[in-house]
């Protein structure tokens, strides 16, 4: 089955203690990214990436960070995280940049005390 | 001002409505428009995309673009407790610019009860 698959789909951690949520697609898509969803502001896109080692910033990439290695794997790093980062977080891909048919993982919800 | 507006409801309808969901948005690059559903707890999925003025229907769906007042809505006709979701429009330039990124409204919660 094709999809996005995010681990964990729940979390719960401590300000400051650095996290890794992971994403891996099995559809060869050269396009993901990481969005976070908040009541009232809809998604907001905080790193894309085109392909293998090409990572670039989105509107709202302040405290987090990504990486590119291999073409299914898109990891989202928190290396401190603070409160305002707990949010429902999605990892999406699509075949190409600019392709309209994003997939989307079914999200994780981070949760920083 | 956000580039894209959406009313974020909540809207409650009776089963058998006809529901109809609207965005707005000020930035005139955007070329490729689509809707995503969003059922609870899990992540968006695409519904339908246009990436024209007019309409296009698909079974009770139908998407309305209309460029020249950057208004698009979505149409859901004899609508189901099954189409109780949160509905996302989403837009984005054509490719090559903005290196692909939606830019998606806030979502407007819908329920539809029997």
């Known amino acids: 089955e094709a999809q996005v698959t995010q681990n964990p789909r729940y979390l719960i951690t401590v300000t400051g203690k650095k996290l890794t949520v992971t994403c891996s697609q099995n559809?060869?898509?050269?396009?993901m990214s990481w969005y976070r969803q908040d009541p009232g502001l809809g998604l907001r896109q905080i790193y894309y990436?085109?392909?293998?080692?090409?990572?670039d910033k989105g509107d709202v990439p302040e405290g987090y960070k990504v990486s590119r290695k291999e073409k299914r794997n898109f990891p989202l790093i928190l290396e401190s995280p603070s409160p305002n980062q707990t949010s429902l977080y999605f990892c999406?891909?699509?075949?190409?940049?600019?392709?309209?048919?994003?997939?989307f993982g079914s999200g994780t919800r981070l949760t920083v005390v | 001002q956000k580039e894209v507006e959406q009313d974020p409801g909540p809207l409650s309808v009776p089963e058998g409505a006809i529901v109809s969901l609207n965005c707005t948005y000020s930035?005139?690059?955007?070329?490729?428009f689509m809707w995503y559903r969003q059922y609870s707890r899990k992540g968006p999925e695409l519904l339908m995309y246009?990436?024209?003025?007019g309409n296009k229907e698909d079974g009770r769906f139908t998407a309305q673009v209309d460029k020249s007042s950057k208004y698009i809505s979505l149409f859901i006709r004899d609508s189901q407790p099954s189409d109780s979701a949160t509905y996302l429009c989403?837009?984005?330039?054509?490719?090559?610019?903005?290196?692909?990124?939606?830019?998606f409204g806030q979502g407007t919660i819908l329920t539809v009860h029997p």
């Open positions: 999406a891909s699509s075949i190409r940049q600019g392709h309209y048919g994003y997939t």
């Open positions: 990436s085109m392909n293998v080692e090409v990572t």
């Open positions: 559809m060869n898509h050269e396009y």
């Open positions: 930035n005139s690059a955007f070329q490729y």
């Open positions: 246009t990436y024209s003025s």
């Open positions: 989403a837009m984005t330039p054509p490719p090559g610019t903005s290196y692909g990124k939606l830019t």
